[in-house]
C-alpha cells in the first residue's frame, strides 16, 4: 500500500515565522507535488519535483520554496507566513510510467495551516 | 499555458439516476492525460479514472465512464446509477509531460460538489 504522510494534520503558525511542511513517500515515487486547497479554487500547484533536487514551480509559487535533498521526501517552506496563507496544503506522489501511461497520484491527509 | 476548467460549482441528482459532471481543458501538448477524483467530506482525494491523450477509448471503471472528445478539448465524468456515497467534490486533473524526462505538472480544475438525493 502507497503511503504518503505529512508532518502535522493542523499547524498554527504566526504571521513572519518561517514554516516547514514536511511529506514523505515510502513506495520510491519519482515525482512528488504540493498544493494548497481552498474552497472555489480546487487543488493549486505550488510546486512539484520530478527527481531529486529537481524542483519546478507550479501556478503559485510565490511566498513559497521547496526542497527534495532525497527521494521519499519533499519539503515545503514558507520564508515569512503570511495571513493569506492559511489554507488546506496537500502533498501528493506519483510513479512516472512515461508520458500518456497511468500515473496516478497518491495524496496525504494534508496539513491545514493557520496563519495569524 | 495548462488550464482545467469546471463549469458546474454545484449539482444535484436522484440517487439511481446518470449525472455527467464537465470539464474542458487547454493545453498546447499533444501528449497529456487526464484525471478525475473524488473528495468525500473526510477529505482523502480517491482516484477513478484516467484518460490518456492517445487512447482511442473511452475509458471506463466500474460505475465510472469518460467521455473523451479530443477536438472540443472535453473529458466529462458519467456515473452512472448515482448512490448516497457518490456525494462529494469531483476534481478533473491533467498531466503534462516532457520528452525524456520523468517531468510530470498535474493541474486541477476548481472542482464540481455533487449532492446525491435519495
Known amino acids: 500500500d502507497v503511503k504518503v504522510t505529512q508532518s502535522s494534520r493542523y499547524l498554527v503558525k504566526r504571521t513572519g515565522e518561517k514554516v516547514f511542511l514536511e511529506c514523505v513517500q515510502d513506495?520510491?515515487?519519482?515525482?512528488m507535488f504540493w498544493y494548497r486547497q481552498d474552497p472555489g479554487l480546487g487543488l493549486r500547484l505550488i510546486y512539484f519535483s520530478y527527481d531529486v533536487k529537481m524542483k519546478e514551480k507550479g501556478d503559485i509559487p510565490e511566498g513559497y520554496s521547496v526542497s527534495r535533498e532525497k527521494k521519499e521526501r519533499f519539503s515545503l517552506i514558507l520564508e515569512s507566513a503570511s495571513t493569506n496563507q492559511t489554507s488546506m496544503y496537500l502533498c501528493?506522489?506519483?510513479?512516472?510510467?512515461?508520458?500518456?501511461?497511468?500515473?496516478?497520484?497518491?495524496f496525504g491527509p494534508g496539513t491545514r495551516l493557520t496563519v495569524t | 499555458a495548462q488550464k482545467i476548467t469546471q463549469t458546474q460549482p454545484g449539482m444535484f441528482v436522484q440517487e439511481k439516476e446518470a449525472v455527467t459532471l464537465d470539464c474542458t481543458y487547454d493545453t498546447s501538448d499533444q501528449s497529456y492525460g487526464l484525471f478525475w477524483y473524488k473528495q468525500p467530506s473526510s477529505g482523502e482525494m480517491i482516484f477513478l479514472i484516467y484518460q490518456g491523450s492517445y487512447d482511442e477509448q473511452n475509458a471506463t471503471e466500474g460505475r465510472y465512464s469518460l467521455n473523451f472528445q479530443k477536438a472540443r478539448k472535453s473529458a466529462n465524468l458519467v456515473i452512472s446509477a448515482s448512490q448516497l456515497g457518490d456525494s462529494a467534490m469531483y476534481f478533473c486533473a491533467m498531466r503534462e509531460g516532457r520528452r525524456g524526462t520523468s517531468y510530470d505538472k498535474v493541474i486541477f480544475g476548481p472542482g464540481t460538489s455533487l449532492s446525491v438525493i435519495p
Open positions: 513506495m520510491d515515487h519519482e515525482n
Open positions: 501528493a506522489s506519483s510513479l512516472y510510467s512515461g508520458r500518456t501511461g497511468l500515473t496516478e497520484q497518491y
